[in-house]
T-cell receptor
């Protein structure tokens, strides 16, 4: 089945360690996105990419890094510079061409806890 | 993206219709109105979207005001599985590329059996 896969579902890390969250899609979508969600809040955009080897910062990019070496993959690294990394992380993808009004598809999320 | 205003929470009885309002008074001509919902501990899922005309699909209906400054998501018969946070989002398709979705806090819908 086509879709977006985020792994792992739960992740625990010690403070000061970098951690990479995986996001893979087999929908042949051009655009991919990373969001962060804190309890009781809406989603906030971290980074997005509309094409391979190109990405843009979102509203809260500090302390995070991404790469887009393949169309199917958009991994997110939470670095030790991120001051409050414990959160629910969501990856999404969508078509860019030929129609830009189409929906985005979301993964099931990774819940990161830093202790 | 232009901003939207939604009630923080709403309650509905099971099997009854639900009307979820959204105000977007600063909407531009190239903004599509999107609705997503998020069940507990899951990623958001697409519900419906439209530009000017009312839209129907298997999940819901979207009623858009004639001046486009407000819209209403209609769930025709609420079930317990419809309990979720519903997000109304404006998505600009006028420029180049694909504008990311900008989420507000949404409306938390509770469904009572």
């Amino acid at each position: 089945d086509g879709g977006i896969t985020q792994s792992p579902k739960y992740l625990f890390r010690k403070e000061g360690q970098n951690v990479t969250l995986s996001c893979e899609q087999n929908l042949n979508h051009d655009a991919m996105y990373w969001y962060r969600q804190d309890p009781g809040q809406g989603l906030r955009l971290i980074y997005y990419s509309q094409i391979v080897n190109d990405f843009q910062k979102g509203d809260i990019a500090e302390g995070y890094s991404v790469s887009r070496e393949k169309k199917e993959s958009f991994p997110l690294t939470v670095t030790s510079a991120q001051k409050n990394p414990t959160a629910f992380y969501l990856c999404a993808s969508s078509i860019v061409y030929p129609r830009r009004d189409t929906e985005a598809f979301f993964g099931q999320g990774t819940r990161l806890t830093v202790v | 993206d232009a901003k939207t205003t939604q009630p923080n929470s709403m309650e509905s009885n099971e099997e009854e219709p639900v009307h979820l309002p959204c105000n977007h008074s600063t909407i531009s001509g190239t903004d599509y109105i999107h609705w997503y919902r998020q069940l507990p501990s899951q990623g958001p899922e697409y519900v419906i979207h439209g530009l000017t005309s009312n839209v129907n699909n298997r999940m819901a209906s979207l009623a858009i005001a004639e001046d486009r400054k407000s819209s209403t998501l209609i769930l025709h018969r609420a079930t317990l599985r419809d309990a979720a946070v519903y997000y109304c989002i404006l998505r600009d398709v006028g420029g180049s590329g694909n504008t990311p979705l900008v989420f507000g806090k949404g409306t938390r819908l509770s469904v009572i059996a």
